[in-house]
């Protein structure tokens, strides 16, 4: 045994000890990237100087790819630009564009089919799907900039990074626009997103029979959807900003036919709904901001055990919309409920809670729920008059939806707000907003004016 190992250590040192470093280029050992590839050996380095060169690529060997002064892969236009399909690979600093355009043949900037690659710092452009995970594992993509086919519809482009049957994966600081999906994820378990951005796409981040995922401090701006989670189970997501998601049917975050899910320390503002439930399950709400949206949530009663506690809900048009008889939505924990910028009650106890309980509802809301006409008479004087006269004199039989804890302060949200993030306010939206959360607000702009 001790014999083999040391003849396995010898072997193992002797192929690092010689791998080599091949260079691409005018005046260099090789002109062409597919010849550097053919005679290089496991675990080479293939430097790649400034210039174009042509796809598409295989990479059947565990080597790198490092660009020097950002070479050009251009591929011909059908097919993946770069396949890879030995294990351990690393793509590093290249500029490449004009994949193919079969979405049933997965025509990507890059396409994995082999585990424990690295994919950084590269810049892709004019690609039906930017990286694609075929039966790919373990793999760390990182730093890329990923750029798809404007003019196409959104049917007819593909994901971002759009993720396969694989699992372990680890996704973080890339930006992300003008693809179906910024992130797919299907059938696969356990992948890390963080400090990302997506914008202009359908569903900044999707998942799909997807279990025991994380993302963390990502920015989603600008979507028909922040993300959308579905058929998935034990997703934990922190500290993303989901803003400005606007347009027919829009959303912060979309969920159906999920569970355990969590949600801690989140921006959902100015999205045209919040946060929209359908056979959400078991999930539990904790220290966001949801501010500023039309309908800061908008829940099918099929939604079941659903937990909101020290939760900031900040002048948003309608807090809540049930479709269906009721929910059964608890909105505190171990008596402790939400901060509601329209919380007229008091606290004579002094105790941080309110002790009148909060109807959530929004009465012009519940009658524009059956008359979707009278949306545009939303702000009118009639319609706060209305409002006005059914808090002094309830008539109308609203809202069952009762936080029996309100908070009197708005809670701290620990978070950074990512880099990039831009969000627009309307003054009426912001109007009654207490002077604290002004400087969340103010927070969000300054930084939004950085970008």
Not at 148 to 163: D, T, V, Y
């Amino acid at each position: 045994m001790v014999s083999f190992v040391r003849i396995w250590l010898v072997v193992s040192v002797g192929c690092v000890l010689h791998a080599r470093t091949l260079v691409v280029g005018s005046g260099a050992q090789f002109a062409d990237v597919r010849e550097a590839i053919r005679q290089a050996a496991a675990n080479d380095t293939i430097q790649v100087r400034g210039g174009t060169y042509q796809g598409n690529l295989i990479l059947d060997k565990p080597i790198a790819l490092e660009g020097i002064d950002w070479p050009v892969l251009r591929g011909p236009g059908k097919g993946s630009v770069v396949t890879v399909m030995a294990a351990g690979c690393s793509i590093r600093k290249f500029r490449i564009e004009h994949s193919g355009g079969m979405l049933v043949e997965e025509d990507s900037g890059i396409l994995l089919k082999s585990d424990g690659n690295r994919v950084e710092n590269n810049r892709l452009s004019d690609v039906l799907f930017g990286i694609y995970f075929f039966q790919s594992s373990h793999n760390t993509i990182a730093g890329n900039l990923l750029f798809g086919r404007k003019e196409l519809g959104f049917g007819e482009r593909g994901a971002g990074i759009h993720i396969w049957n694989s699992a372990g994966n680890t996704i973080v600081r890339n930006t992300i626009t003008d693809m179906r999906d910024g992130m797919y994820l299907q059938n696969a378990d356990r992948s890390v997103i963080r400090g990302n951005r997506v914008f202009g796409v359908r569903y900044g981040l999707h998942y799909m029979y997807s279990n025991d995922n994380i993302f963390e401090d990502n920015i989603f701006e600008n979507n028909v959807a922040g993300a959308a989670i579905m058929y998935s189970r034990n997703i934990q997501f922190r500290r993303n900003a989901f803003v400005h998601n606007r347009g027919f049917s829009s959303f912060g975050v979309l969920f159906q036919d999920s569970q355990n899910c969590v949600s801690e320390q989140n921006l959902f503002v100015d999205n045209v709904v919040g946060i929209f439930m359908e056979s959400l399950r078991d999930s539990r709400f904790e220290r966001n901001l949801i501010a500023s949206n039309d309908t800061a949530i908008e829940a099918f009663s099929s939604a079941e055990r659903n937990d909101f506690a020290g939760n900031n809900f900040v002048a948003n048009l309608s807090p809540i919309r049930i479709i269906g008889k009721t929910s059964n939505i608890r909105w505190d924990r171990d008596g402790t409920g939400n901060y509601w910028s329209d919380y007229k009650g008091y606290d004579l106890d002094g105790n941080g809670i309110g002790d009148v309980p909060f109807r959530i509802q929004n009465l012009f809301e519940h009658l524009e729920g059956n008359r979707p006409r009278l949306r545009i008479y939303f702000f009118s004087p009639a319609a706060q008059a209305l409002a006005a006269a059914e808090q002094s004199f309830p008539v109308i039989e609203g809202s069952h939806e009762f936080d029996r804890y309100p908070l009197m302060k708005p809670v701290g949200v620990q978070m950074e707000i990512p880099e990039g993030l831009k969000v627009q306010h309307g003054s009426a939206a912001w109007a009654g907003v207490p002077a604290s959360m002004f400087l969340i607000a103010a927070w969000i702009m300054w930084r939004g004016r950085k970008r």
